[in-house]
């Protein structure tokens, strides 16, 4: 059964330091999420991207963040100077086109640790 | 915005006894979805409703939509251990307003599920 993947599983970087955030969507899904797990809190959503471009974004997405699908499989999440505060779980995930967005999968999540 | 709320925060139960999730709204709910999340783990997905008194079944697990309510139920029939985890409703923004959707979600923050064998 197709999944969405995510890579690392696990990444721990210094406050201040850049970090890019691989995501491999289902191979025939056309939206693109991210989404974001304080430790204890809610899922939150970050953005969405649809054919080349965010469709949508949070308060929470500011200028330090941004998204890109470099080629035909991968889309990323880069953090440009991260912060104490973006330690968190991020989620991927992908959804097929049915008049609108279909239903998400997610992916397995990546643990970002910021020291 | 849209609120979730679930109740309860979290459930112990005996293996073999059925529970009930609840999902409360804000706002009227015409689109619900129900992920399962295990601890430090991706979400995954179980099921999706769109249509007010909607009822979907997977295996032991029921979910049911009740619009004039705004609330939408999960229910766990003979739980098993392998039912343990957090379950989250989302709600879809677009789905919910009629208008054109980006598949923002919104979730509750989570109903943690403990089943004793």
Known sequence: ?115 | SQELEQSPQSLIVQEGKNLTINCTSSKTLYGLYWYKQKYGEGLIFLMMLQKGGEEKSHEKITAKLDEKKQQSSLHITASQPSHAGIYLCGADKALNAGGTSYGKLTFGQGTILTVHP
């Open chain 1, 1 to 115: 059964e197709p999944e969405v993947t995510q890579t690392p599983s696990h990444q721990v970087t210094q406050m201040g330091q850049e970090v890019i955030l691989r995501c491999v969507p289902i191979s025939n899904h056309l939206y693109f999420y991210w989404y974001r797990q304080i430790l204890g809190q809610k899922v939150e959503f970050l953005v969405s991207f649809y054919n080349n471009e965010i469709s949508e974004k949070s308060e929470i997405f500011d200028d330090q963040f941004s998204v890109e699908r470099p080629d035909g499989s991968n889309f990323t999440l880069k953090i440009r100077s991260t912060k104490l505060e973006d330690s968190a779980m991020y989620f991927c995930a992908s959804s097929a086109w049915d008049r609108g967005p279909d239903t998400q999968y997610f992916g397995p999540g990546t643990r970002l640790t910021v020291l």
